[in-house]
């Protein structure tokens, strides 16, 4: 839900279009908050369907890029250095 989220943000901030994947038992809220953000949602079971399988294949179809949530270089980076910003502010 929040990379959904920001992801959204991103490409909306970009201009460009995005597809999330999203397990159909997310908050709605979050599903929701994605979609005003102007992103085409893709819901999915957990129990019986693969979100990495969708996702691999979405993408090679309509010829997106892949961003996931984990596992992704620039989206570890980004998470690292959240975390620095919070540890000096709790430090002050």
Known sequence: GNHAQGVALAAKLHGVASV???PSDAPKLKISN??????EVVLYDRATEDRDAIG??????RRLTLIKPFDEPQVIAGQGTTGLEIAEQAEE
Do not use: K, P
């Open 34 to 39: 994605t979609r005003a953000l102007g992103a």
């Open 56 to 61: 691999a294949r979405r993408s090679e179809e």
């Open 20 to 22: 999330i994947i999203m």
